[in-house]
């Protein structure tokens, strides 16, 4: 397999493909890196996002944002709120801001409701979305999985039908070739819980243990409250996108599988802060014993 | 089994199921794990005709219904099937209606699948292509972080 390596939206990406990418199909891969990132990213001051957290108004999205933001709708719904893009706000009070201050600016504070402050509709010119209130976006819960959809859809187009696609250990494998994948231990990433095998799907990947900056200070807020969750330690979905898969891994912090499997369709595994874990039936065998 | 089969007893126990295991009605303070005095009035599914054993109840199969009115005042339905081996219970099924949050909450915990404390392996014994986890962290944010460290730190 050939390898390229690069950071965008605040990871590390690989992108294994059995052929060389040739110049153009690089080109193609940036550009989409690039725009998708000038559009969501709350961590540069052109975005699109940027502009949101400014003023309220009326803002135009490209294609790719009616699936996120159906999956972002979805979510909101089954998990109570739990799940909500304008969590971006509760991230910053928190200290994780687009400065990287790390410093909590005051005590946990609940995100704006989605519903009651954005409303988006689609047309043939593209999406428009309108906000009631200036709003700090976080698409965190399934940006980097639909990223890593839309980097699968340019080697696609380019003719690839064996790659990984890995931002970070979200992943996306298509080819004869499966990948044993190797579920990080939250608690101690020299081990792993299990091993599953990817095929032809989509394996994404949520866990408290990075990207904290304080006692009890992680990335993973629930919404209704702004505070960081703390019975689930990690999650692992598999789905046939990335998108969802990541979106789900977010939502089983906060949602029952049972709530969630109604809507979508997937495989999980998820380990509680006390060490328990529960997974779907076709699960059954990838934990360690 | 024997330790799914026990921890399962002892959080049907700690619902106090009424009527479980096919005790007769009057009994249901004894919780499924406890053997009553008596044994089982009715619905042994396949119990063999003697009491005999080491205990007071028959070896064979009970299945029962019980219920339970959780804080939020919604009526569960627990259904508990069991085989009694020797007068010791060798095998239990629990399946709830899982009406309410709060209670699929504490019956997803004797239903689920593990109740073991997760086990980890060293990941290069380990013979596989990638591992997926918490993303990995960007350099502006692990650089930040090492700014603040190590200005704490002076």
Redesign the interface.
Known sequence: MHTLGF?AI???WSLSTASPLDPGTRAAVADVVESYDRTYSR?RSDSTVARMAEAAGSFILPASAVPLLRLFDSLWQITGGAVNPLVGRSLEVLGYDA????LPSGPPAPAASWTDTVSWSTDGRGTVLTTAAEVTFDIGAAG?GQLVDLVSEVLETAGHREY?V??????RHAGAAP????????Y??????G?LT?SDRA?????????Q?GDGLHHVLDARTGSPVDTVA?T?VLAADAMTADGLATALFFA?PQELSGTFSFDYVR?FTD?????SPAM?GV??? | MNRASKSLLSAAAGLSLLSAAGCAAGEETAGAGQAPAEPPASSPASAPGSAAGSGSYADGEYSGTGSYIPPSGTSEDVDVTLRLEGGVVAELEVETSQKNPTSKQYQREFTSNVKEQVVGKNLDELDVDKVAGSSLTSEGFNRALDAIRSEAAS
Not at chain 1, 166 to 171: I, R, T
Not at chain 1, 203 to 211: D, E, G, I, P, T
Not at chain 1, 275 to 279: E, F, I, K, S, V
Request: hydrophobic share 45%; aromatic share 12%; glycine share 8%.
């Open positions: 950071e605040g990871t590390q961590f400065g990287y201050s790390f980097k990984v890995d931002a970070g250990s979200d992943l990948l044993r994948v190797a579920l990080e231990h939250p101690d990433t020299k081990r792993a819980i091993v990817l394996l994404c990947a949520s866990a408290v243990n990075r990207r900056w990690a692992w029952e380990m060490g328990r874990a529960d997974y059954a934990l360690f014993p």
